[in-house]
């Protein structure tokens, strides 16, 4: 953490030199708006809507954890040169907040997707996150913190910005948040091209509708099946779960972790999977691909790859993924 909050000054402080000495480059030579995002579905969300009225781009390289991606000098020159900077929200970016802070360009319209969205609010343990050995450890590194001399001239927001938040940041698993988040993109596009609103209006209602059409299909097969519980590598699908009235159990936890899961901690799940009949055990990402491997092959059931969509999923579009993650999950329960 300490290591990650140093470099993340470091390349802050660095990043004013970097911008004062560059040009604004004019934004309007192609007569498009200029729109960069964090994460894939954002990324698309703003295509559709924007359609051949936008230049959209990802500052975080496909494929990139959103959580511990470090941006570079040449991300906020990017940023600068904007129009609109959507990002999720919810610390799904933990090192966004120093970044807000270095866009000198106050005409960029910067947009948090998830305001308006209805949250996930966590619990303790699904805050941390953790195995209980991840949250041992997690506590002894907070009691620490509070005795070390560098942490006490750590400022509050700076200790946030390192932070895991207290709310789940996978809006985007949900069709229904993800409107909202599109609809974030599209209020942001007319406030800067009013000329063009129908235009982005018309685009929103048709990913509006297709959301919905794909969810009222998956709502009507999820309401008439019995099981409803399902084992994933990774806890990223409860806003999915609270669409269909379904219950994810999970290895790892909302922010993932690194390393074996305790004895006690993999017996436990492997219980539940025995006494729910799990047959399936889905995993979204290589971090735990062993270790759903590992519970499969005790429990006797099989491994299914599931998307957590952050990046895009194999050629698939955004629509395409989640289709895919619900036709697999109903699959598994029916």
């Given at each position: 953490?300490?290591?990650?909050?140093?470099?993340?000054?470091?390349?802050?402080?660095?990043?004013?030199?970097?911008?004062?000495?560059?040009?604004?480059?004019?934004?309007?030579?192609?007569?498009?708006?200029?729109?960069?995002?964090?994460?894939?579905?954002?990324?698309?969300?703003?295509?559709?809507?924007?359609?051949?009225?936008?230049?959209?781009?990802?500052?975080?390289?496909?494929?990139?954890?959103?959580?511990?991606?470090?941006?570079?000098?040449?991300?906020?020159?990017?940023?600068?040169?904007?129009?609109?900077?959507?990002?999720?929200?919810?610390?799904?970016?933990?090192?966004?907040?120093?970044?807000?802070?270095?866009?000198?360009?106050?005409?960029?319209?910067?947009?948090?997707?998830?305001?308006?969205?209805?949250?996930?609010?966590?619990?303790?343990?699904?805050?941390?996150?953790?195995?209980?050995?991840?949250?041992?450890?997690?506590?002894?590194?907070?009691?620490?913190?509070?005795?070390?001399?560098?942490?006490?001239?750590?400022?509050?927001?700076?200790?946030?910005?390192?932070?895991?938040?207290?709310?789940?940041?996978?809006?985007?698993?949900?069709?229904?948040?993800?409107?909202?988040?599109?609809?974030?993109?599209?209020?942001?596009?007319?406030?800067?091209?009013?000329a063009n609103k129908d235009y982005y209006e018309e685009n929103f209602q048709k990913l509006k509708k297709?959301?919905?059409?794909?969810?009222?299909?998956?709502?009507?097969?999820?309401?008439?099946?019995?099981?409803?519980?399902?084992?994933?590598?990774?806890?990223?699908?409860?806003?999915?779960?609270?669409?269909?009235?379904?219950?994810?159990?999970?290895?790892?936890?909302?922010?993932?972790?690194?390393g074996e899961i305790p004895p006690g901690d993999f017996k436990e799940i492997l219980d539940y999977c025995?006494?729910?009949?799990?047959?399936?055990?889905?995993?979204?990402?290589?971090?735990?691909?062993?270790?759903?491997?590992?519970?499969?092959?005790?429990?006797?059931?099989?491994?299914?790859?599931?998307?957590?969509?952050?990046?895009?999923a194999d050629k698939m579009s955004y629509l395409e993924g989640t289709r895919y993650n619900y036709e697999?999950?109903?699959?598994?329960?029916?």
């Amino acid at each position: 953490m300490k290591k990650k909050l140093i470099a993340t000054v470091m390349i802050v402080l660095g990043l004013v030199t970097t911008i004062g000495c560059s040009t604004k480059e004019n934004n309007n030579e192609t007569g498009k708006l200029r729109v960069g995002v964090t994460i894939s579905p954002l990324k698309e969300f703003a295509e559709i809507i924007g359609g051949d009225k936008v230049e959209v781009f990802s500052i975080i390289p496909q494929n990139s954890d959103p959580h511990s991606f470090e941006p570079k000098p040449k991300d906020l020159a990017s940023l600068n040169n904007s129009d609109i900077f959507v990002y999720n929200g919810l610390k799904m970016e933990s090192w966004i907040d120093p970044i807000l802070k270095q866009i000198e360009n106050k005409d960029v319209e910067i947009v948090n997707s998830s305001n308006g969205v209805d949250i996930i609010e966590l619990s303790q343990d699904e805050h941390a996150g953790e195995t209980a050995e991840e949250h041992a450890k997690h506590e002894e590194e907070e009691h620490a913190k509070h005795e070390e001399e560098e942490h006490a001239n750590e400022t509050a927001e700076e200790h946030a910005g390192h932070d895991h938040g207290t709310q789940d940041p996978h809006i985007w698993l949900s069709l229904k948040q993800a409107t909202k988040q599109a609809e974030n993109i599209k209020n942001s596009l007319v406030l800067k091209d009013e000329a063009n609103k129908d235009y982005y209006e018309e685009n929103f209602q048709k990913l509006k509708k297709d959301f919905n059409d794909t969810y009222e299909e998956y709502a009507e097969k999820f309401k008439n099946i019995s099981n409803k519980n399902f084992v994933t590598g990774h806890a990223a699908f409860a806003y999915l779960c609270r669409d269909f009235g379904l219950t994810q159990n999970s290895l790892i936890g909302i922010y993932g972790g690194e390393g074996e899961i305790p004895p006690g901690d993999f017996k436990e799940i492997l219980d539940y999977c025995k006494e729910n009949n799990i047959k399936t055990i889905f995993s979204e990402s290589a971090a735990s691909s062993s270790q759903s491997e590992a519970l499969a092959r005790d429990a006797g059931a099989k491994v299914e790859k599931i998307y957590s969509l952050e990046t895009k999923a194999d050629k698939m579009s955004y629509l395409e993924g989640t289709r895919y993650n619900y036709e697999k999950i109903y699959e598994a329960l029916k």
